[in-house]
């Protein structure tokens, strides 16, 4: 059991060139996200999906898409790099919530370093 | 606007002693909280959590504290070990914001903890 995995660990892109970060999950979990990690800033949303075949926008959703065509992978897309997307890039996973319960607790992947030049 | 706010961005303890993070926030929307820790070069873990109808939830060295009238939470780790040493972000969730666990994150506070 592995958890949630993120490939690659590290990138250097040049201003211009696009990329795809992949996360997978092997916990069969219903929900995905993809975070953001900036000094003094936290960390924040990205796209999140809420099963396959679907997702939608977070708090900061410029410049990236995302899909995700089967269950356990969620796909990040740059695709036209800029600066300011250098940062540290985090997937996370949920269950979906239960009737009449909160299962709010997000599984992270290990991040992903990627600067832009 | 920062709706969660971790105003202590590192704090150092002695092993043994009681290490109190803290974590403020503005949306009175947030009914349910949970704190993260993070060591270097990992992914968050989750920690420990509390519903906005508690003031209290215990989990072994782990406490978390909520006082909903000073939108105020913190979290408590007695004894400290060193093993606590790391970055722990507190993260908020709103009330009907739909099915998913759409979260909010403080900005972390790095604890050392020293021998």
């Known amino acids: 059991n592995a958890g949630v995995t993120q490939t690659p660990k590290f990138r250097v892109l040049k201003t211009g060139q696009s990329m795809t970060l992949l996360c997978a999950q092997d916990?069969?979990?219903?929900?995905m996200y993809w975070y953001r990690q900036d000094p003094g800033m936290g960390l924040r949303l990205i796209h999140y999906?809420?099963?396959?075949?679907?997702?939608a926008k977070g708090e900061v959703p410029d410049g990236y898409n995302v899909s995700r065509l089967k269950k356990q992978n969620f796909l990040l897309g740059l695709e036209s790099a800029a600066p300011s997307q250098t940062s540290v890039y985090f997937c996370?996973?949920?269950?979906?919530?239960?009737?009449?319960?909160?299962?709010?607790?997000?599984?992270f992947g290990p991040g992903t370093r990627l600067t832009v030049l | 606007d920062q709706q969660v706010k971790q105003n202590s961005p590192s704090l150092s303890v002695q092993e043994g002693r009681i290490s109190i993070l803290n974590c403020d926030y503005t949306?009175?929307?947030?009914?349910?909280f949970l704190w993260y820790k993070k060591y270097p070069a990992e992914g968050p873990t989750f920690l420990i959590s509390?519903?906005?109808?508690?003031d209290k939830n215990e989990d072994g060295r782990f406490t978390v504290f909520l006082n909903k009238s000073a939108k105020h939470l913190s979290l408590h780790i007695v004894p400290s070990q060193p093993g606590d040493s790391a970055v722990y972000f507190c993260?908020?969730?709103?009330?009907?914001?739909?099915?998913?666990?759409?979260?909010?994150f403080g900005t972390g506070t790095r604890l050392q903890v020293t021998l």
């Open positions: 916990m069969n979990h219903e929900y």
């Open positions: 999906s809420v099963g396959e075949g679907t997702t």
């Open positions: 949306n009175s929307m947030f009914d349910y």
């Open positions: 996370a996973s949920s269950y979906q919530r239960l009737a009449g319960g909160r299962t709010d607790t997000q599984y």
């Open positions: 509390i519903s906005s109808i508690k």
């Open positions: 993260a908020a969730r709103g009330f009907n914001t739909g099915t998913a666990s759409k979260l909010t």
